[in-house]
C-alpha cells in the first residue's frame, strides 16, 4: 500500500506513485497538448477565405501581387504605408487636380515611388500596379489575421510549458522533501491546522510557485538548480528568457518591447537580436514553431536531469535517500 497521505496521492494504489510514475504522465500529458496545438495551428494555415474574399479564388493578376506581399514578408507597418499613398495621399492630389493629365500623372506618380521603395513590385505590368491598392488592403487583413493567430498560439504554448513546469516542481516537492528545505515560507497557522503532513507539503509548494518563483524562466531555474545543472548559458537558455519575455510584452505591454524584457533577455543577447525597447514583438509561423521546438528541448532536459538524479526508481519517502536529518 502507499503510505503517502493527503489530496495529491488520494486515490491512487501502489503502482500510481513514485516519481518515475508521475514524471511519465505529465511527459505524456504535456507531449498530447502540444501535438494538439501543432496540429490546430497547421490546420488554421491552410485557411484560405478572410469574410467574403477567398485566396484561392483570386484572378491571376490579384493572386501575383498578394504572393509578393506575403513571399517578400512585407510587414503591416510598410503596407500602411502603401496604403496611405495610394488612398489618403492620392485622393488628396486627385481632388486638387485640375486637368486629365494631372489624374494620370498622380496615379503614375504614386505607383513610381511605391515601386522605388519596394522593388518588388517592379515586375508588374503597368495595368497590374492598379490592382496593389485593392490588394494591400486584403494582405493587411490576412497579416493581421495571422499576427493575432500567433500570438494566441504563442501565449497558449508558454502557459502549457508553464503549468507543465510548475507540476514538475510539485512532484520533486512532494517526493523530496529536501527540495523545500531552503525555502523561506511562511502558511498561516489556521490553514496548517487543517491538513495532514503531505498536505501542508502541497500548500507550502503552492506557496512557493505563486510568490517566490514566477514565469518560465524562473520556473526552469530553480528546477535546474535543485538538479544541479549549471550549464545554462547556451541558445535554449537565451531562448527560454526570449520567450518568457516576449509572452509577457504580449500580455502585459501591448506587445511592445520595455526594460523590463530587455534585462530579462540579456542586454547583450537583445543587441544580437537587434532588439529595441520601444519596439513591436514580431510573431510569425517561424517563431511559433522554434518556441514549439523550444518547449519540447527544455522539457526533455528537465526528464533527463530528473532520470540522472533519481534513477526513476519508486521512492520511499522513508528511504535514506530521501531522509528528513
Not at 514524471?23 to 502540444?34: L, P, Q
Not at 523545500?180 to 487543517?194: A, F, G, M, T, W
Not at 535554449?236 to 524584457?261: C, P, Q, T, W
Request: glycine share 4%.
Amino acid at each position: 500500500m502507499n503510505e503517502n497521505k493527503g489530496k495529491f496521492f488520494e486515490g491512487r494504489d501502489f503502482y500510481e506513485w513514485g516519481i518515475n510514475f508521475d514524471m511519465d504522465k505529465i511527459k505524456d500529458e504535456f507531449e498530447k497538448e502540444i501535438d494538439t496545438l501543432d496540429f490546430y495551428r497547421n490546420n488554421h494555415s491552410n485557411i484560405t477565405k478572410f469574410g467574403a474574399v477567398d485566396l484561392d479564388k483570386l484572378d491571376y493578376k490579384k493572386k501575383k501581387i498578394f504572393n509578393i506581399f506575403i513571399e517578400n514578408k512585407i510587414s503591416l507597418k510598410d503596407i500602411e504605408w502603401i496604403y496611405n499613398k495610394l488612398v489618403n495621399e492620392e485622393f488628396f492630389l486627385l481632388e486638387n487636380a485640375e486637368k486629365i493629365n494631372d489624374y494620370m500623372y498622380i496615379e503614375e506618380s504614386i505607383i513610381t515611388q511605391i515601386i522605388e521603395k519596394y522593388p518588388v513590385f517592379e515586375n508588374l505590368k503597368e495595368n497590374d500596379c492598379f490592382f496593389i491598392e485593392e490588394i494591400a488592403i486584403l494582405a493587411k487583413l490576412y497579416l493581421k489575421q495571422k499576427y493575432i493567430h500567433n500570438k494566441m498560439c504563442l501565449i497558449n504554448l508558454y502557459t502549457i510549458l508553464d503549468e507543465y513546469i510548475a507540476d514538475i516542481i510539485k512532484v520533486i516537492g512532494m517526493y523530496d522533501s529536501r527540495f523545500l528545505d531552503n525555502e523561506n515560507i511562511s502558511i498561516p497557522y489556521k490553514e496548517v491546522r487543517q491538513f495532514n503532513n503531505d498536505d501542508i507539503k502541497e500548500l507550502a509548494i503552492n506557496v512557493m510557485l505563486s510568490k517566490t518563483v514566477s514565469g518560465v524562466n524562473e520556473k526552469i531555474n530553480k528546477l535546474l538548480n535543485y538538479l544541479d545543472f549549471k550549464e545554462k548559458n547556451s541558445l535554449l537558455f537565451d531562448s527560454i528568457r526570449l520567450f518568457n519575455a516576449e509572452r509577457n510584452m504580449l500580455i502585459h505591454n501591448r506587445g511592445v518591447y520595455n526594460k523590463r524584457a530587455i534585462k530579462l533577455i540579456g542586454g547583450g543577447n537583445a543587441k544580437k537580436l537587434k532588439i529595441k525597447e520601444g519596439e513591436k514583438v514580431e510573431v510569425t509561423d517561424k517563431k511559433v514553431e522554434e518556441y514549439l521546438k523550444i518547449s519540447k528541448d527544455i522539457m526533455e532536459l528537465i526528464n533527463d536531469k530528473i532520470s540522472k538524479k533519481y534513477g526513476f526508481q519508486r521512492i520511499d519517502l522513508n528511504s535514506v535517500l530521501l531522509d528528513e536529518d
